[in-house]
C-alpha cells in the first residue's frame, strides 16, 4: 500500500516569490506520480504527472515537479507565482500495478499582493 | 461548457433516507470515477467504470450504488443514509483507465447527514 505526506498543510506566498510545495511518499514498488489543482469553488484538476523517463516533469500555468526515488519525494515548484494560483494542491501516488491513487492531505496556497 | 458537472452541490437530509447524487462529463471520456473526501480533505477511491463497466469497487457498504446508464453519466445512489456519510463526494473523469488516475473533477457534492 502507498501512502503520500503533504508536510505543509498552507503555505502563504507574495506575487512574483518562487513556491515550493513538498510531497513524500512510500511504497515498495514503482509509482506514477501526480499534483492536482483545485482552485476556489471548483473541482480539481491534473496539474502535472510523472509515469517514467524524465524526472523534471512539466505541467500546465508554470508548474513543475520533479520525481527523487532515492527520497521518495515529487515536490512541486513554480518559479514566480501569480494571484491566481492561489488554491488548494494535492500530490497523489499509485503503484504501477496498482488500481488505487492515494492521495495527500492537500497544501494550501495564498498569494499575496 | 463543463467539464464535469454534479447535482447538487449541497444536500441535506435527514438520518435513513435514501439519496442520488448525478454526475455527467462532457469530454468523451471513457472512465469515470467517484471519491469521498472526509473532513481532514482525504480523497479516497469509490468507484471506477470504464465504458460503462465497473472496474474498481472499493470496500464501501453497499448502501452505496453506483449506475452508469451511458459513459458520460456516473451516478451515485445511498440507501439508508447514516451520520458518517457526510463528506463531500467528487466524480471524476478521464481519457482512459491506463494509469487509473482521473483528469478532471466535478465541483463535489457536500452531503450533510443530520
Known amino acids: 500500500a502507498q501512502s503520500v505526506t503533504q508536510l505543509d498543510s498552507q503555505v502563504p506566498v507574495f506575487e512574483e516569490a518562487p513556491v515550493e510545495l513538498r510531497c513524500n511518499y512510500s511504497s515498495s514498488v514503482s509509482v506514477y506520480l501526480f499534483w492536482y489543482v483545485q482552485y476556489p469553488n471548483q473541482g480539481l484538476q491534473l496539474l502535472l504527472k510523472y509515469l517514467s523517463g524524465s524526472t523534471l516533469v512539466k505541467g500546465i500555468n508554470g508548474f513543475e515537479a520533479e520525481f527523487n526515488k532515492s527520497q521518495t519525494s515529487f515536490h512541486l515548484r513554480k518559479p514566480s507565482v501569480h494571484i491566481s494560483d492561489t488554491a488548494e494542491y494535492f500530490c497523489?501516488?499509485?503503484?504501477?500495478?496498482?488500481?488505487?491513487?492515494?492521495f495527500g492531505g492537500g497544501t494550501r496556497v495564498l498569494v499575496k499582493p | 461548457d463543463t467539464a464535469v458537472s454534479q447535482t447538487p452541490k449541497y444536500l441535506v437530509t435527514q438520518m435513513g433516507n435514501d439519496k442520488s447524487i448525478k454526475c455527467e462529463q462532457n469530454l468523451g471520456h471513457d472512465t469515470m470515477y467517484w471519491y469521498k473526501q472526509d473532513s481532514k480533505k482525504f480523497l479516497k477511491i469509490m468507484f471506477s467504470y470504464n465504458n460503462k463497466e465497473l472496474i474498481i469497487n472499493e470496500t464501501v457498504p453497499n448502501r452505496f450504488s453506483p449506475k452508469s446508464p451511458d459513459k458520460a453519466h456516473l451516478n451515485l445512489h445511498i440507501n439508508s443514509l447514516e451520520l458518517g456519510d457526510s463528506a463531500v463526494y467528487f466524480c471524476a473523469s478521464s481519457q482512459d483507465n491506463s494509469y487509473r488516475a482521473p483528469k478532471f473533477f466535478g465541483p463535489g457534492t457536500r452531503l450533510t447527514v443530520l
Open positions: 497523489a501516488v499509485i503503484g504501477a500495478a496498482g488500481n488505487k491513487l492515494t
